[in-house]
């Protein structure tokens, strides 16, 4: 819970879920390393807030998956619960580069001990860190001679940020993360979007 302003903490109490309060940084990677600090498993998944459905068999793939010693884990296909003209052409960007570099979004799972060796999330990076994350693990899978698999059902994503910026607005962002040129480590570059939804209006 990274100083949210709705119910969202209160809501994954009401369902036994441990909430992680972490209000040092507004910023991802470090909001998803202070998680994984937190857990206690050998197994790790990460998921973005705004997936809004998840595959009704999510976690006994990942649990198959990484009961496979030849698997080091991998990400997963994406969706968009809104599908207009900006979200399909948005989600066009990101399957095309998802086919290209082989890896997901949205969500990742790896063991602990991976993800210890890797040292977290980037916490330079204000976006885009999910990726960065992905091709540093899929380069140690590669090394090992292990496979970064991507899980086969699509997470949904919610699309309530698509509305609140101009037209193409997200796609146009969408389109800076699969060129690699969105500045990720400026974090006025990537405020409103990610760390001051509101202002979007």
């Known amino acids: 819970d990274n100083d949210s302003t709705d ?12 909430v992680v309060s972490y ?6 990677a470090s909001v998803r390393n ?13 998921v973005d807030s705004d997936k809004s459905l998840f595959p009704e068999n999510l976690f006994c793939e990942i649990y198959h998956n990484l009961s496979d010693e030849k698997i080091i884990g991998g990400g997963c296909d994406a969706d968009v619960d809104l599908k207009n003209l900006e979200t399909r ?21 790896l063991r602990r001990k991976d993800f210890i060796e890797l040292g977290g999330f980037n916490e330079e990076y204000y976006a885009a860190e999910d990726v960065e994350f992905a091709f ?23 699309c309530r940020k698509f509305g609140m910026l101009s037209r193409f607005g ?15 480590k400026d974090q006025d ?4 979007f990610y760390y001051d939804v509101d202002k979007l209006r």
């Open 23 to 28: 209000t040092e940084r507004h910023q991802m």
């Open 136 to 158: 540093r693990l899929k380069k140690l899978a590669k090394a090992r001679g292990q496979k970064f698999v991507n899980l086969k059902g699509p997470l949904t994503i919610c």
């Open 7 to 18: 119910r969202t903490a209160e809501i994954a109490w009401e369902y036994d879920c441990e």
């Open 170 to 184: 997200a796609a146009k962002r969408m389109l800076a993360v699969a060129i690699g040129r969105g500045k990720f």
């Open 34 to 46: 202070a998680g994984a600090k937190a857990a206690t498993g050998e197994l790790i998944a990460f």
């Open 89 to 109: 052409f948005a989600l066009g960007i990101w399957h095309t580069f998802a086919w290209v570099t082989g890896i997901g979004a949205g969500l990742f799972y």
């Open 189 to 192: 570059a990537w405020r409103h």
